[in-house]
């Protein structure tokens, strides 16, 4: 299983960017419905920190404290794609984001989101 990020990039203060995330190489009998999907980030100097997930069945989501209300995670099995939609942007959530299969533990190679006016 692969996952390849995307829609990173500069931000201002204020507006929004989209991030997608496309999953690929399941092998027969698991899709990329059958996992739940998450978004990390890691800051400049920090460690890697949870931002938001989403279920593979009833699409439930979880968000970090920090993030509630600004970030929406959706996804859509159809496209094996998740996506993170980031509105009112802030200098602190620069970083690179990750994505993250959470059944057979797979890690995307990030995107850079850099939100500064």
């Known amino acids: 299983v692969q996952v390849v990020e995307s829609g990173g990039g500069l931000g201002q203060p204020g507006g929004s960017l989209r991030l997608s995330c496309v999953a690929s190489g399941f092998t027969a009998g698991y899709t990329f419905r059958h996992y739940d999907m998450s978004w990390y980030r890691q800051a400049p100097g920090k460690e890697r920190e949870f931002v938001a997930s989403?279920?593979?069945?009833?699409?439930?989501?979880k968000y970090a404290k920090s993030v509630t209300g600004r970030f929406t995670i959706s996804r859509d099995n159809w496209k094996r794609t998740v996506y993170l939609q980031m509105d009112r942007l802030k200098p602190e959530v620069t970083g690179v984001y990750y994505c993250y299969v959470q059944g057979p533990s797979v890690w995307g190679q990030g995107t850079q989101v850099t939100v500064s006016s």
């Open positions: 989403i279920t593979n069945v009833y699409l439930d989501t």
